[in-house]
């Protein structure tokens, strides 16, 4: 099954979003395979965003990121990565729809509460980068209740 690595972003665990975000995907019918709070230091920061080094918001994204504890977690289901970045909403919230993560709890596209993987590709090397030890290997008992 596809993966994608998700994070609540700093602003998000300090608005106390973390159960609401995470009722999101559950709901859909995704599979929680790892999860775990960690504040992160600059260089790591800069090796998750290391694609955006030239952009000039790229300080502040990272300042923005070490700046408390954010929530890693790998998500699992089919077509998880597109559907993933839908239930986020949009890059800038005042463009994100109504109804996404963004588009319901943000304002600031430097404060958009929530990350997700943009394609299978970059999913593996986020998940790699942010859980080396690995992921939790296990099937809903639910599978045949979401899948056909
Ligand atoms: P996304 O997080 O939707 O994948 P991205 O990968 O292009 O968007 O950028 C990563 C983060 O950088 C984004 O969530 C918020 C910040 N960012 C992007 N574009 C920005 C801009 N024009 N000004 C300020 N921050 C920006
Ligand atoms: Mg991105």
């Avoid at 597109?82 to 404060?111: F, M, V």
Wanted: glycine content about 10%; hydrophobic content about 45%.
């Amino acid at each position: 099954m596809e993966q994608t690595f998700i994070m609540i972003k700093p602003d998000g665990v300090q608005r106390g979003l973390v159960g609401e975000i995470i009722g999101r995907f559950e709901k859909k019918g995704f599979s929680l395979k790892g999860l775990k709070l960690i504040t992160v230091d600059r260089a790591f920061a800069e090796k998750h965003y290391a694609d955006l080094s030239a952009k000039p918001f790229f300080n502040g994204l990272v300042e923005y990121i070490v700046s408390g504890p954010v929530v890693a977690m790998v998500w699992a289901g089919k077509s998880v990565v597109t559907t993933g970045r839908k239930i986020i909403g949009a890059t800038n919230p005042l463009e994100s729809a109504a109804g996404t993560i963004r588009g319901d709890y943000a304002i600031d596209i430097g404060r958009n509460v929530i990350h997700g993987s943009d394609s299978v590709e970059s999913a593996k090397k986020e998940i790699a980068l942010w859980f080396p030890e690995g992921v939790a290997e296990w099937q809903s008992s639910l599978h045949s209740w979401i899948y056909e």
